[in-house]
Structure formats: C-alpha cells, structure tokens
C-alpha cells in the first residue's frame, strides 16, 4: 500500500455527472442518493473522498428547496462522512434564470436564481457540512449570440456579475466561473481574463479551472483568433504544448479559486440538451491529451514551482459519461486514484 502523507487539498467527487446531459430523449438521470453511495463507497489504499460538490437543479437539488429541506440534505451527506463544497446555481433560461447579457428580464431572472443559490449555501455553512467552496457560475448566453456585440455582451455580462458578487457577498459566499467553450464571453482564456478584469472583484468573483475544458481555450474552440496551439498541432510536440499550456495558466491562475481535475481528447461532446463542450474522459482513456498529475500542477503551483493552496478541495468533473460507466464502481476508485496522485504531488499537510 503506496504511503500519502498530504491531506489537503481536500478531494471531493461531484454529483452532477448523474444529472448533466441525462434526461431529454437521452439516458434518465441517476438519482443522487445513488451518486453519494457510489462516492462514500470509493476507496484507494485507505482512502476515501472527502466530500462532494452539487448542482442544485432537479431532480437533484431543488433551488427553491425549505430550510427544513436543507438541513435533511446536509444531514443525508454527513451521516455518508462526507461534505459539501462548491455548488452550481442553475442560472440559464431553461432552469428559471436568464442570459448575463439582457439588461432586463435576463438579468433580474439571473440575479434571482443566484440568490436562492446563496441562500442555500449559507444554510449550508451553518450546519456545519459546508465549510469551503465556492458558487459556480457561467454567462448563461451561447457564443452565437454573444458574438453579435462581443465588446457591449462583455460589458452587460460584466454588470450582471458585478451585481451578482454583491448578492454573493451579502451571504458571506464567492463566486467562481466556469470558462467553457459553450458559453459566451467566457469561451477563450483571453476573454475570460478580460471579463474577470471588468467585474474587478478579485475577493468575491474568480475563475473556476476545469481540466477538460480548459483544453479547448489552447485550441481556439469557438475562438480561433484565441488559439495558443497551431491548427493541425502534433500533440508530440511536448514543448509547444507546455508552453502553450504555461501561457494560459499565467493569464488565469491568479483568478483562479475552485479547480476540476479531469481528462480532455480534445474534442468536443454534448447530450441532453447540453451544448457541445469538452470532452470528459475516464483518467486512462487512451485517447486522452493530458497528464493529469503533471498539468494539474501547471495551475496548483506558483511560477516559482511552489503550492499556492489557493484550492482548498479538487473536484473531478466527469459529465456525460454513458450511465454505465457512472455506474461502475471501478469508475470512481480509478477517479478516486488520479486524484489522489495529484494531491500527493502538489498538495500539503495540514
């Protein structure tokens, strides 16, 4: 039994692969009770994951779910030994909120979604399950339609999110986006950047880095003139690709405040009615384009190669995998595996 002497970050598992992409026409959703057994079983010499992060949507988590509703949820997680960390407020139209980019009913349908998100969140801290992590976020609008007025969407989305940390702020809790390639104003690492520097409140608002998706900026998916990799890039090419890499990382780390550990191909998937985004693949997918251990530390280490702990708990994110393979116990010990090598690389004792 291989020896881990760090214990933190914190490694936790999220409950939306169960939820993202199911349902629609395709696979039905897999209830999170289900979910949390599978992540409380997970077990890798000794270890287990040490919480779990939620998307608080149906048929999961209701937004508009009672006090007395929350309480029963944290005690469910706790009585599993697990906690909570981040959570995903369902701001888009199709769950009750709005694109970040209408002035008007957008915004305040936005606004609203986050607020009960924070209160949700706050309930949470209090009864003690919850004690890190941030509100994750995302502009709410497809690049299609950003792309109509690119500079004015930034600044209106800009407005929305300024308001948004107020409302985040008021319950003691931070934001963080998501950077996809399927969300406007948030789909290259240069206008990520530049939204984070247009809402300007480093405390509150920041980014959250996955993996899988962060791949794509590199790329230039759904922004070519954003691409750091050249067209026909041979991922051979080690140098290039660390270079590349590096240059993203420097832009973005310092934003950076939550972080999914996860595996790209390089291309990009969708199902259900998610939009295309990249690629989650299982940590030995042959086809996969990262080392995990190694880039995850392009982002968990300071230029000088030290640990920021900026990150208090890593997430894997692994949605749109077919149900069959959610459903596999091996899945989540595999999982369980890459994130541990990891923290054992990049982490500390605490």
């Known amino acids: 039994m291989a020896e881990h002497l760090n214990n933190n970050p914190k490694l936790h598992n999220a409950a939306w692969p169960g939820l993202v992409g199911k349902g629609d026409g395709g696979e039905p959703p897999i209830p999170l009770d289900k979910m949390l057994d599978m992540t409380a079983a997970a077990e ?3 270890i287990k994951f040490d919480g779990v992060d939620l998307f608080l949507s149906d048929p999961h ?5 009672s006090d007395d509703g929350v309480r029963k949820l944290a005690d469910s997680i706790q009585g599993r030994g697990l906690a909570i960390g ?6 888009w139209e199709p769950t009750g909120g709005g694109p970040a980019n209408d002035e008007g009913e957008g915004r305040r349908k936005y606004l609203e979604q986050l607020k009960k998100a924070c209160r949700i969140a706050s309930l949470l801290r209090k009864t003690g399950v919850r004690s890190y992590g941030a509100i994750r976020i995302d502009s709410a609008v497809d690049p299609g339609t950003w792309a109509q007025d690119p500079e004015g969407n930034q600044k209106r989305i800009a407005e929305t999110l300024r308001q948004a940390c107020d409302i985040a702020a008021d319950h003691g809790e931070t934001l963080v986006a998501e950077g996809e390639a399927c969300w406007g104003g948030m789909h290259s690492w240069r206008r990520m950047v530049q939204l984070l520097e247009l809402v300007d409140k480093p405390d509150i608002f920041g980014f959250q880095a996955d993996m899988a998706h962060t791949l794509l900026y590199l790329l230039g ?8 990799l050249p067209e026909g890039f041979d991922w051979n090419d080690t140098d290039t690709f660390d270079a590349a890499y590096s240059q993203m990382c420097v832009a973005l780390r310092p934003w950076t405040k939550d972080f999914h550990v996860a595996q790209n191909d390089a291309t990009v998937f969708g199902s259900g009615s998610h939009d295309k985004t990249g690629r989650h693949c299982l940590p030995d997918d042959p086809n996969g384009k990262l080392d995990i251990t190694k880039y995850a530390g392009f982002w968990l280490r300071d230029d000088a190669g030290n640990p920021t702990k900026a990150i ?4 894997w994110d692994g949605c749109m995998f077919p149900n069959e393979t959610l459903t596999n116990p091996q899945t989540w010990n595999d999982i369980l595996a890459a994130m541990l090598s990891v923290r054992d690389a990049h982490g500390w004792q605490e």
Not at 61 to 65: P, R
Not at 221 to 228: G, I, Q
């Open 312 to 315: 208090r708990h890593l997430c």
């Open 44 to 46: 890798v010499d000794g």
């Open 61 to 65: 988590v209701s937004i508009d779910l």
């Open 86 to 91: 981040s959570l995903v407020a369902p701001v």
């Open 221 to 228: 998916t759904n922004a070519p003139e954003d691409a750091l």
